[in-house]
């Protein structure tokens, strides 16, 4: 197959022709078929064939263009989301469409670990080694509320994903409809091109409204915050000292009667 950047104008098909006759002689290297005269192409005939079927670009961008098309995820699920997960390569979403299909057993041989679902304290060293163990250059999905905020297990127990390892994509929902992760990981597949999607501080220029705190701000309010709770600490032991003492005086009282 032929990717062509044709320049629109007049011609028709009588000029396409000419231009398919005189590619095929250039390719070729000899006379066309038959009492026609060869067809060489020369200067501005040459350079615009050229400019048509020849497209350059750097090493690095192909790199990533391949990559980004060949995800190996690794078959890896947490809890109810792995089950959206799995029906990623069935027939209604088809994940091999974009070359993803490819669920590698071994972090050794995948370079995606999708975390779908919620992650336990006593997991996440368990995650950890396996995404250590994965091939370089490796990429993370947070699958659903639980694995990205704790969703509505927030309790003691669990643990946010991006507290212990790096996370690339967040994918919302509980669980996700599996479009919404195939979603996430054509997200994904435009950050590896070095071509993210804005988010939306760049769609609606809100660069430079971030409420960022200084060094010299955040100590201060944390001797703030330290003060205030020594202060609490201490209005709290004054009262219960208060209690104690009402107690002992009740308790004479109670006894001399």
Request: proline share 5%.
């Given at each position: 197959?032929?990717?062509?950047?044709?320049?629109?104008?007049?011609?028709?098909?009588?000029?396409?022709?000419?231009?398919?006759?005189?590619?095929?002689?250039?390719?070729?290297?000899?006379?066309?078929?038959?009492?026609?005269?060869?067809?060489?192409?020369?200067?501005?005939?040459?350079?615009?064939?050229?400019?048509?079927?020849?497209?350059?670009?750097?090493?690095?961008?192909?790199?990533?263009?391949?990559?980004?098309?060949?995800?190996?995820?690794?078959?890896?699920?947490?809890?109810?989301?792995?089950?959206?997960?799995?029906?990623?390569?069935?027939?209604?979403?088809?994940?091999?469409?974009?070359?993803?299909?490819?669920?590698?057993?071994?972090?050794?041989?995948?370079?995606?670990?999708?975390?779908?679902?919620?992650?336990?304290?006593?997991?996440?060293?368990?995650?950890?080694?396996?995404?250590?163990?994965?091939?370089?250059?490796?990429?993370?999905?947070?699958?659903?509320?639980?694995?990205?905020?704790?969703?509505?297990?927030?309790?003691?127990?669990?643990?946010?994903?991006?507290?212990?390892?790096?996370?690339?994509?967040?994918?919302?929902?509980?669980?996700?409809?599996?479009?919404?992760?195939?979603?996430?990981?054509?997200?994904?597949?435009?950050?590896?091109?070095?071509?993210?999607?804005?988010?939306?501080?760049?769609?609606y220029e809100a660069r430079g409204t971030e409420e960022v705190l200084d060094a010299q701000?955040?100590?201060?309010?944390?001797?703030?915050?330290?003060?205030?709770?020594?202060?609490?600490?201490?209005?709290?032991?004054?009262?219960?000292?208060?209690i104690t003492a009402g107690g002992d005086a009740d308790m004479q009282d109670a006894s001399?009667?």
């Amino acid at each position: 197959m032929e990717v062509k950047r044709e320049k629109l104008g007049p011609g028709g098909a009588d000029a396409l022709r000419v231009r398919q006759l005189n590619s095929r002689q250039l390719l070729r290297g000899g006379e066309l078929e038959g009492p026609t005269p060869s067809a060489h192409l020369e200067g501005a005939d040459f350079e615009r064939y050229v400019e048509e079927s020849v497209m350059t670009t750097t090493l690095d961008k192909a790199v990533a263009w391949a990559r980004s098309n060949s995800f190996f995820p690794a078959t890896f699920g947490l809890a109810c989301c792995a089950i959206e997960m799995m029906s990623i390569v069935a027939a209604r979403v088809d994940v091999a469409r974009f070359g993803f299909e490819a669920f590698r057993a071994s972090p050794r041989q995948a370079d995606l670990l999708i975390l779908s679902g919620r992650v336990s304290i006593k997991m996440a060293p368990i995650v950890r080694r396996i995404y250590d163990q994965m091939l370089e250059p490796k990429w993370a999905i947070s699958m659903g509320a639980c694995c990205s905020s704790m969703g509505v297990f927030n309790n003691y127990a669990l643990v946010p994903a991006d507290k212990f390892m790096p996370i690339d994509v967040h994918v919302p929902g509980c669980p996700p409809r599996p479009e919404a992760l195939m979603h996430g990981v054509l997200k994904l597949r435009k950050m590896v091109q070095d071509e993210p999607d804005q988010g939306w501080r760049e769609r609606y220029e809100a660069r430079g409204t971030e409420e960022v705190l200084d060094a010299q701000q955040m100590r201060e309010q944390a001797k703030a915050a330290t003060l205030a709770e020594q202060e609490a600490q201490a209005a709290a032991a004054r009262a219960a000292m208060a209690i104690t003492a009402g107690g002992d005086a009740d308790m004479q009282d109670a006894s001399g009667a």
